[in-house]
């Protein structure tokens, strides 16, 4: 079956620790991003990534960063810069930059700062 | 600064019963306006989409009404069932930087 995984579900991390995100796709789509969902706002777009080795900041970068070594993986690092990184994280991909119709969402990952 | 504004925030509605969504924008450029349908613990998945050339689409009992003057658009689902409660997210994006930006969300809920 195609689509994406997110890993872990869940994940909780201590005051000062730095977190990675997993996302990885197997439907051959060329752009990837991050999201952030909190009760009430939204999505928020956190970082976009058009091609490998390229990413670009999105809305609400500051206290995160990202890597795309592969076409598959786009992981997501919540620094411990993040001052309140409680949230439900998703990835998503599209098959290319332009091609928002084509946006598939991950199951998502619930991070929760202890 | 959302660039789409969603209401009501959540509704109730009883089984067979209609529930409507409103999303209103500013950006002129936009072209595209998604309706994603999200259960709890899930990622949002697409429901339907409408591009501005058209005022209405329909897909089951789901339909969009677009308003491209007032710059609104709205989700309307018919004989509303207790599998249809989930939370909706009205979106929009534009051909020059292809970046969906959300509505805040509307939780409904469908009694049986």
């Known amino acids: 079956d195609g689509g994406i995984t997110q890993s872990p579900k869940y994940l909780f991390r201590k005051e000062g620790q730095n977190v990675t995100l997993s996302c990885e796709q197997n439907?051959?789509?060329?752009?990837m991003y991050w999201y952030r969902q909190d009760p009430g706002q939204g999505l928020r777009l956190i970082y976009y990534s058009q091609i490998v080795n390229d990413f670009q900041k999105g809305d609400i970068a500051e206290g995160y960063s990202v890597s795309r070594e592969k076409k598959e993986s786009f992981p997501l690092t919540v620094t411990s810069a993040q001052k309140n990184p409680t949230a439900f994280y998703l990835c998503?991909?599209?098959?290319?930059?332009?091609?928002?119709?084509?946006?598939?969402f991950g199951p998502g990952t619930r991070l929760t700062v202890l | 600064q959302q660039q789409v504004k969603q209401s009501p925030q959540s509704l109730i509605v009883q089984k067979g019963g209609i529930s409507i969504i409103n999303c209103a924008y500013e950006n002129t450029a936009f072209d595209y306006f998604p309706w994603y349908q999200q259960f709890p613990g899930k990622g949002p998945a697409l429901l339907i989409a409408?591009?501005?050339?058209?005022s209405e689409k329909k897909e089951g009992r789901f339909t969009i009404s677009f308003n491209k003057s007032a710059k609104q658009f709205s989700l309307h689902i018919m004989d509303s069932q207790p599998g249809d409660s989930a939370t909706y997210f009205c979106a929009a994006s534009s051909r020059f930087d292809y970046k969906l930006s959300f509505g805040a969300g509307t939780t409904v809920t469908v009694r049986a």
């Open positions: 998503a991909s599209t098959l290319d930059w332009g091609r928002t119709d084509t946006q598939y």
């Open positions: 409408i591009r501005p050339d058209v």
């Open positions: 439907l051959n789509h060329d752009a």
